[in-house]
Nanobody, 115 residues
Framework: QVRLVESGGGLVQAGGSLRLSCAAS????????MGWHRQAPGKQRELVAT???????NYADSVKGRFFISRINGENTVYLQMNSLKPEDTAVYYC?????????WGQGTQVTVSS
């Protein structure tokens, strides 16, 4: 079993920045893709960003140029640097990893952006 622990969420004013972290622990086999998703109230969960084992990245159009995903393979950790935050970025952010071909999810961390 793989456990994911997220941190770094909180309340920030529009235009501000936050950095989310997610650390994987437990029975970790090879971690392939790592990523972040988010779910706003009344909306479906959506992809924010992913990063492959070798560093290839993919972003939702709504966050391109503002959010940056990175990872440290030796620490099984993934980060999401969020800049120029907007009220529409308000959501619960979930970490997701592919370990040994299985998907694992964190418990989520709340990000609230005030206008």
């Amino acid at each position: 079993q793989v456990r994911l622990v997220e941190s770094g969420g909180g309340l920030v004013q529009a235009g501000g920045s936050l950095r989310l972290s997610c650390a994987a622990s437990g029975s970790i086999f090879r971690i392939n893709a790592m990523g972040w998703h988010r779910q706003a109230p009344g909306k479906q969960r959506e992809l924010v960003a992913t990063i492959g084992r070798r560093g290839s990245t993919n972003y939702a159009d709504s966050v391109k140029g503002r959010f940056f995903i990175s990872r440290i393979n030796g620490e099984n950790t993934v980060y999401l640097q969020m800049n120029s935050l907007k009220p529409e970025d308000t959501a619960v952010y979930y970490c997701n990893v592919d370990s040994g071909g299985r998907d694992y999810w964190g418990q989520g961390t709340q990000v609230t952006v005030s206008s």
